[in-house]
Nanobody, 125 residues
Framework: QVQLVESGGGLVQAGDSLRLSCAASGRTFSSYRMGWFRQAPGKERTFVAAISWSGGSTSYADSVKGRFTISRDNAKNTVYLQMNSLKPEDTAVYYC??????????????????WGQGTQVTVSS
């Protein structure tokens, strides 16, 4: 069992940066694939970024590629999402997710086994 707790969200202006963190409990974190998803009001949850168990493989949604960076520190049981050049359309609740299948990356939410409670990111224009 893995518990995930996100932090780092907030209200920022367009062009600003934020770094989200997701702290995981459990000794098996380093073997899990990790992902970030987001959900805007009235919209479905969508893929943002994912990282393999080792950090050697990453993938991004086209909408954030070049602006967001996912990383992980297995010694700290933490995954990060560095968000630069934020836009109003990035406003959403951001969720961290863990997948027991650690190989590669995956963009499909249903593949992930554990989810955090989410952290709100609001970008004003």
């Amino acid at each position: 069992q893995v518990q995930l707790v996100e932090s780092g969200g907030g209200l920022v202006q367009a062009g600003d940066s934020l770094r989200l963190s997701c702290a995981a409990s459990g000794r098996t974190f380093s073997s899990y694939r990790m992902g970030w998803f987001r959900q805007a009001p009235g919209k479905e949850r969508t893929f943002v970024a994912a990282i393999s168990w080792s950090g050697g493989s990453t993938s991004y949604a086209d909408s954030v590629k070049g602006r967001f960076t996912i990383s992980r520190d297995n010694a700290k049981n933490t995954v990060y999402l560095q968000m630069n050049s934020l836009k109003p359309e990035d406003t959403a609740v951001y969720y961290c997710a863990a997948d027991r299948d650690g190989l590669g990356t995956d963009r499909l939410a249903f593949k992930y086994d554990y989810w955090g409670q989410g952290t709100q990111v609001t970008v004003s224009s």
